[in-house]
């Protein structure tokens, strides 16, 4: 080892060493008079014996008199604090001090809370008899307290479900599944119904175009705002009657050939009464959702049920897609006189408006030829044949592809007997249905037979009426 000099010559056996049986209070030891450890041997002091090695432990010491001190050797506690001097001099049978004004006045909050212990809430008590301002402070928190816990129980009332459902119902009634082929017309009143909700005063009185197409010419009839919506409502009045429902105009309105244009007279001369423009929302509206709903609960036969416009009968399938397609048109009339964007129907509801369209085009282009407005057929066919057959190519969303019978208005057209093409937008193709846009204006790809060309064009625009 590299301890001291003479270090590594210790033999522990020699006097003074670990096992001579002198240890640090031994005779050699420090304070014995022996060698200090500067100048004699270095010692290693031997291994102090535990307490519990000798027996039990000592019983404590009893407690001093008062004013005696006690060696630091022979008691086990030395605390001589104050506090516990002041205790010792307390009589056992003395109550303790009450805390500060200051503790107790931050134990209000808990107090009215409930959640002191038993010793605090004597305290507070207590103090509440003598301290006329936390006597004040705490009434204040009681009282705040009774706000936050209600005495209320916290079983539900069980009634609140059916109050909760009523209430919703109340605000917007539960939705029935909708046909198929009157989703159009739900959709496209409600978004119209949507527009005429800001409207103000002076744009149910904005001058609207109605536009259409009769023979072989436009025409125009300028309205209002209000005019149009009655306009709806007195077309609409006809799918109503064939319902079996009320109609808006009254027993004795028009149903003769001409009945929507009749009607639409009659609705114009009736609202001509002074009484506000926007008094006609609420009737149109409440007309549509009457219609939607007694359709949805008819049951499929009621698809097949005829509607007559005039000199024309469709069934109620069709007639409530053709009430679609014209509420379409005439909010788009209504949006462009207060100059507000408005948007087409979505692919689905545009492609069944188109195809509506496709399918009446071989009864008008018939019925343009008994007129003397359309080219005879080519050929004679027997009843049910096809003929001629055009194709019509319908681009964009809710396009697609048509055969129309040029030849037959009872027949299906095939593509093998195409001897003429049309392609046109779907929007566009719409316009042209609509009579806003002249047949001879339209912006149509075009091959093979002009002649067929031209009348199957010119049946498009004549689908149009006031």
């Not at 109550?95 to 959640?115: F, M, N």
């Not at 046909?179 to 527009?195: I, S």
């Not at 496709?358 to 005879?376: E, I, K, S």
Request: aromatic residues 4%; glycine residues 10%.
């Amino acid at each position: 080892m590299n301890g001291p000099e003479g270090w590594d010559r210790y033999d522990p056996r020699e006097p003074g060493g670990p096992h001579d049986g002198q240890g640090p209070g031994g005779p050699q030891g420090p304070g014995s008079g022996g060698p200090s450890r500067s100048g004699g041997r270095p010692r290693i002091p031997s291994p102090r014996t535990a307490a519990e090695d000798s027996g039990p432990l000592p019983d404590a010491a009893p407690p001093a008199a008062p004013g005696v001190r006690t060696d630091a050797a022979d008691t086990a506690d030395t605390t001589t604090t104050a506090d516990t001097a002041n205790a010792a001099d307390r009589p056992p049978d003395a109550a303790p001090e009450p805390p500060p004004h200051r503790v107790l006045k931050s134990l209000l909050g808990a107090w009215a809370l409930a959640a002191c212990s038993a010793e605090e809430t004597a305290a507070v008590e207590a103090h509440l008899t003598d301290c006329a301002a936390c006597a004040d402070e705490a009434l204040r928190l009681r009282d705040a307290v009774g706000l936050l816990h209600p005495a209320d129980p916290l079983d539900l009332d069980p009634l609140l479900r059916s109050r909760v459902l009523e209430g919703c119902l109340g605000r917007r009634p539960a939705r029935i599944p909708v046909p198929e082929w009157a989703a159009p017309y739900d959709a496209e009143t409600a978004k119209l119904d949507a527009l005429l909700s800001d409207m103000g005063e002076a744009e149910w009185r904005a001058p609207v175009r109605l536009r259409w197409f009769e023979g072989e010419r436009p025409a125009e009839r300028r309205t209002t705002v209000a005019g149009v919506i009655g306009h709806l409502m007195a077309v609409d009045g006809l799918v109503a009657t064939a319902l079996g429902l009320a109609d808006p105009l009254g027993a004795a309105a028009p149903h003769g050939p001409a009945g929507p244009a009749d009607r639409t007279e009659a609705c114009w001369q009736a609202m001509a009464d002074g009484r506000s423009p926007h008094a006609t929302r609420n009737p149109w509206r409440d007309q549509s959702h009457t219609l939607i709903r007694t359709v949805s609960f008819a049951g499929l036969g009621v698809a097949e049920l005829a509607v007559p416009y005039g000199s024309v009968r469709l069934p109620l399938r069709d007639s409530l897609l053709d009430r679609a397609f014209e509420c379409w048109v005439h909010a788009g009339d209504i949006a462009e006189a207060v100059d507000y964007p408005y948007e087409p129907p979505v692919a689905g509801h545009l492609h069944q408006m188109v195809d509506l369209a496709a399918r009446l085009l071989p009864a008008v282009l018939a019925g343009r030829r008994r007129a003397g407005l359309a080219t005879p057929p080519r050929c004679l066919v027997e009843a049910g044949a096809p003929g001629r057959t055009l194709h019509l190519e319908v681009e964009g969303t809710g396009g697609g592809h048509w055969y129309i019978a040029l030849d037959s208005p009872a027949a299906l057209g095939t593509p093998d007997r195409t001897v003429a093409h049309i392609a046109l937008d779907s929007i566009e193709f719409c316009q042209l249905a609509a009579g806003h846009v002249p047949p001879q204006e339209a912006a149509a790809g075009q091959h093979g037979e002009q002649d067929a060309i031209r009348d199957v064009l010119f049946a498009t625009a004549s689908l149009s009426r006031l």
